[in-house]
């Protein structure tokens, strides 16, 4: 054999140690998740979380903050959902059950993610939504996510956040904020006021 063709060799691996998928073999990268396979300490490149296909927890929060810089810079309003599930039995089939209902209900435009796991919490991007199409949203969505749990005996509770524009907003405040209101029931408002 050349030396070149003995250089160029990698070892044959089964699966990808970051994901686990199958392999082909003389893989240099993972047809699944995009890591070098002869990189054992590279993450998946997954954006989408795997249990309930919508966007993943690293993906979601670089969303919104993609969202309120071009609310602030557009002048436009932006809502924003926190959906939380109680009372579930495993939080892997609440989050699947939550997050069909949650795809199921907003619109196109809209960025629905995986927020967290235990307890099992969505988080929904609404751009160019004011306050009365937030509380709209919000219970067409908190509707179709109770419905969707009925089976498993728990119960979902939606905080919302409207952003009004006039004043930048970070994401991880949004966040608090909508955690808040999914605590005390009420909506909250971020910005200037009109």
């Not at 994901?19 to 082909?24: A, D, I, N, T």
């Not at 919000?138 to 749990?149: Q, Y």
């Given at each position: ?40 300490m ?23 903050e ?38 199921g ?9 995986v927020?967290?796991?235990?307890p ?31 089976s ?9 956040v ?33």
């Amino acid at each position: 054999m050349p030396i070149g063709d003995f250089l160029r060799r990698r070892p044959d691996a089964l699966t990808c140690q970051a994901c686990g998928s199958p392999l082909p073999t003389g893989a240099i990268f993972c047809p699944a998740c995009g890591v070098k396979v002869d990189d054992p300490m590279a993450e998946p490149l997954h954006i989408v979380d795997r249990t309930t296909g919508l966007f993943n927890d690293r993906f979601v929060r670089p969303v919104l903050e993609d969202e309120l810089a071009r609310a602030h810079r557009y002048q436009r309003n932006l809502g924003v959902l926190l959906i939380e599930a109680n009372g579930v039995g495993t939080p892997e089939e609440a989050l699947k059950l939550m997050a069909a209902a949650l795809a199921g209900t907003v619109r196109d435009v809209d960025t629905p993610g995986v927020l967290g796991r235990n307890p099992p919490q969505l988080l929904a991007i609404l751009p160019d939504t004011d306050v009365a199409g937030t509380a709209h949203a919000a219970n067409r969505v908190l509707s179709a996510v109770n419905e969707a749990l009925k089976s498993t005996g728990g119960a979902a509770a939606v905080g919302l956040v409207c952003i009004r524009p006039g004043q930048r907003v970070r994401a991880g405040a949004v966040i608090e904020s909508a955690s808040r209101s999914l605590r005390s029931g009420r909506p909250e408002m971020m910005g200037k006021p009109a």
